[in-house]
């Protein structure tokens, strides 16, 4: 049965860095990866609290903020963690913003912060690969 990974993010040029250093990952980890995408918060929130996934990558900042039910990326984090399936799954917090407070909230709530700046693709790829790993 292969990986399942939630890739949440607004930008799709992201959604797509973040699609090709899983493919990398799958010759890592030797399995295939399901890849499920997420556009907006409320879609990443129904998404978490409904589906099984083995990892989640999780953008800080939906540019959404007109949807009902809107919620910042960190609250996702924070919802991710104490409520439905994925509390147990490894979580990538995904922002451009690069300040030490919200590192440490992130990883507070469980998650693993990855700066948008600077993103290494087989870098990425590797750190992916071994949370998965670790989760089955």
């Known amino acids: 049965m292969p990986y399942k990974v939630l890739i949440a993010d607004d930008d799709e040029?992201?959604?797509?860095?973040?699609?090709?250093?899983l493919e990398v990952a799958?010759?890592?980890?030797?399995?295939?990866?399901?890849?499920v995408e997420t556009a907006n918060?409320?879609?990443?929130?129904?998404?978490?609290?409904s589906e099984q996934f083995d990892l989640i990558i999780?953008?800080?900042?939906?540019?959404?903020?007109?949807?009902k039910g809107h919620l910042p990326g960190i609250?996702?984090?924070?919802?991710?963690?104490?409520?439905?399936?994925?509390?147990?799954t490894p979580t990538f917090f995904c922002s451009?913003?690069?300040y030490d407070t919200l590192?440490?909230?992130?990883?507070?709530?469980g998650g693993f912060y990855l700066p948008k700046v600077g993103y290494d693709i087989e870098k990425v790829a590797q750190l992916f690969a071994e949370k998965?790993?670790?989760?089955k």
């Open 96 to 98: 451009a913003d690069a």
């Open 103 to 109: 590192k440490a909230m992130v990883e507070k709530h």
């Open 58 to 67: 999780l953008d800080n900042d939906f540019k959404d903020t007109g949807l």
């Open 13 to 21: 040029g992201q959604r797509k860095s973040h699609g090709f250093a």
């Open 41 to 49: 918060s409320v879609d990443s929130w129904a998404k978490i609290k």
């Open 26 to 35: 799958t010759a890592i980890i030797e399995d295939e990866i399901a890849i």
């Open 75 to 88: 609250a996702l984090l924070q919802l991710a963690k104490k409520e439905g399936p994925n509390r147990a």
């Open 132 to 135: 998965m790993k670790k989760k």
